[in-house]
């Protein structure tokens, strides 16, 4: 065992690494944010956390709202992530610009993708501040699926068991060959 | 977009699962819980998230200590893994049971495991409880990495880009196949 740098560590650790977006609706504006870094935290209420940078105009529909969706994007949606992760809502309504489908969702005002493989409706039931993010812990009130599913798209690294869908900015994306 | 149950969403998105394990030390007792249930939480300072059952020995070793280890492990691991998920360190002494070696870490009581791929070492800087589980933000202050690197063991589904390692009591381990 070497003792090394935090970045040299995570060549070892972080990938596949599954991707969501958070997706949230206040005073009729919204927004998509995609990101890594969420997780399962409670069975019973099933509950996921998600950690979303103050400086994300998603995260101040969020915390104004109270509420969120997490949607997951398959392999057919890697230029929308893209197009989502590196430009802000502030800017850009990004339903139309990656050309996306909002659909009503059920429990929450945030809207549902209609292209994503499946969707999450959340209910924020608590929140804490982490270095220089903010845990939303969303509490899941309904799930959707789609149709037609699709594979997961992940953030990969060189690996051969992946299908390579885009490698673009730094980001480089996938799917588990099946 | 069809309605459906959780349980039935979460087979489209929740494989992979890169599998870490928290390890923490109290009072000369000591634990391993396997856990799949953790994010990046911070990029500077550095932070990871974890959910742990407050059923588990090991989270009380980390509520008591304030600290913990993240260690990752690979394809060899898989026995542990299971051992370690499925037993308590109430009862056992998991290191002895699994046959790893601890190592001293430097900034943390917790031991380091010499057999994973890497270690983080941890200090507890912000806990919630979220429904039946706790969420424990832990700072990174060291990283390690193992001289040997192996594959990264992951829960995974039956796409074909795996090398399946072990399917037992329920569990699927496999790695991305390289």
Redesign the interface.
């Known amino acids: 065992?070497?003792?090394?740098?935090?970045a040299?560590?995570r060549r070892?650790?972080s990938?596949?690494?599954?991707i969501?977006w958070a997706v949230a609706a206040c005073d009729g504006r919204r927004s998509i944010c995609p990101l890594?870094?969420?997780?399962?935290?409670?069975?019973?209420?099933?509950?996921m956390?998600?950690?979303v940078s103050p400086l994300r105009f998603t995260h101040d529909l969020i915390a104004e709202s109270g509420q969120f969706v997490l949607a997951?994007p398959g392999d057919d949606l890697a230029d929308a992530t893209l197009l989502c992760g590196t430009r802000s809502g502030r800017d850009i309504e990004k339903f139309a610009a990656a050309h996306l489908t909002a659909?009503p969702a059920?429990q929450v005002g945030a809207p549902?993708v209609?292209e994503c493989?499946?969707?999450?409706e959340c209910r924020v039931?608590?929140r804490?501040?982490?270095?220089?993010?903010t845990?939303f812990?969303g509490?899941?009130l309904?799930?959707?699926?789609?149709?037609r599913?699709r594979r997961?798209l992940?953030s990969v690294d060189a690996?051969?068991?992946?299908d390579l869908v885009l490698e673009d900015k730094g980001y480089r994306f996938g799917v588990?060959?099946?």
């Open positions: 065992m070497q003792k090394t740098t935090l040299e560590a070892h650790f990938r596949p690494e599954r969501c890594g870094w969420k997780m399962n935290t409670s069975g019973s209420p099933p509950m956390a998600i950690s997951f659909l059920e549902l209609a493989i499946a969707n999450l039931a608590g804490m501040t982490s270095g220089d993010h845990i812990v509490e899941i309904g799930a959707w699926v789609n149709d599913p997961l992940c690996a051969s068991g992946y588990v060959r099946q």
